[in-house]
T-cell receptor, first 111, second 113 residues
Framework: KQEVTQIPAALSVPEGENLVLNCSFT??????LQWFRQDPGKGLTSLLL???SQREQTSGRLNASLDKSSGRSTLYIAASQPGDSATYLC??????????WGAGTKLIIKP | EPEVTQTPSHQVTQMGQEVILRCVPI?????FYWYRQILGQKVEFLVS????????KSEIFDDQFSVERPDGSNFTLKIRSTKLEDSAMYFC???????????FGPGTRLTVT
């Protein structure tokens, strides 16, 4: 059974720093991996999708990498801003296309 | 930009009542999903729907739950007899191909009292 783990559970950094969020999964047979952002009490905003054949994807200050064989993905945020404060979730899509989710990393960017 | 919409945004119901949560998918999408998130917990898969039938369902999706696409546009999740533990945020998602990015609606917050 696929398990998705995100470390750390919470992270607080000063504004301007670069940071890395980690996601690991137990079964490498995935179709894709998505990173999402969730603000308190709000919905799920898709940030990046990496297909299983890809190694990384970039969008603005965000870069996501995928190492399928080792069951790991990272989300790199450059030059962090207070507006980046949110919970970041990763989810992997299995052969049935359902997304299996991590518990998230709560990120606080201090001004 | 096309988006997934959900109604209502918040539903309060009494235990034992039936609720129907509605989703309007992006128009050319063929795969539909429901997920839920209990406050403070992980997002959980409930069910996937393709070609007018359920593709996959989780252990959570028991006989109290059903889905349908009654008019070719709306995609609904019905809970027949709500329980306190059904209180959660329910998210609808859709995509054009199963392996593509899933697009999420804003969610319906269900509160069962």
């Amino acid at each position: 059974k696929q398990e998705v783990t995100q470390i750390p559970a919470a992270l607080s950094v000063p504004e301007g720093e670069n940071l890395v969020l980690n996601c690991s999964f137990t079964d490498s047979a995935i179709y894709n991996l998505q990173w999402f952002r969730q603000d308190p009490g709000k919905g799920l905003t898709s940030l990046l999708l990496i297909q299983s054949s890809q190694r990384e994807q970039t969008s603005g200050r965000l870069n996501a990498s995928l190492d399928k064989s080792s069951g790991r993905s990272t989300l790199y945020i450059a030059a962090s801003q207070p507006g980046d404060s949110a919970t970041y979730l990763c989810a992997v899509s299995d052969s049935n296309y359902q997304l299996i989710w991590g518990a998230g990393t709560k990120l606080i960017i201090k001004p | 930009e096309p988006e997934v919409t959900q109604t209502p945004s918040h539903q309060v119901t009494q235990m034992g009542q039936e609720v129907i949560l509605r989703c309007v998918p992006i128009s050319n999408h063929l795969y539909f999903y429901w997920y839920r998130q209990i406050l403070g917990q992980k997002v959980e898969f409930l069910v996937s729907f393709y070609n007018n039938e359920i593709s996959e369902k989780s252990e959570i999706f028991d006989d109290q739950f059903s889905v349908e696409r009654p008019d070719g546009s709306n995609f609904t999740l019905k809970i027949r007899s709500t329980k306190l533990e059904d209180s959660a945020m329910y998210f609808c998602a859709t995509n054009g191909q199963g392996f593509n990015e899933q697009y999420f609606g804003p969610g319906t917050r269900l509160t069962v009292t």
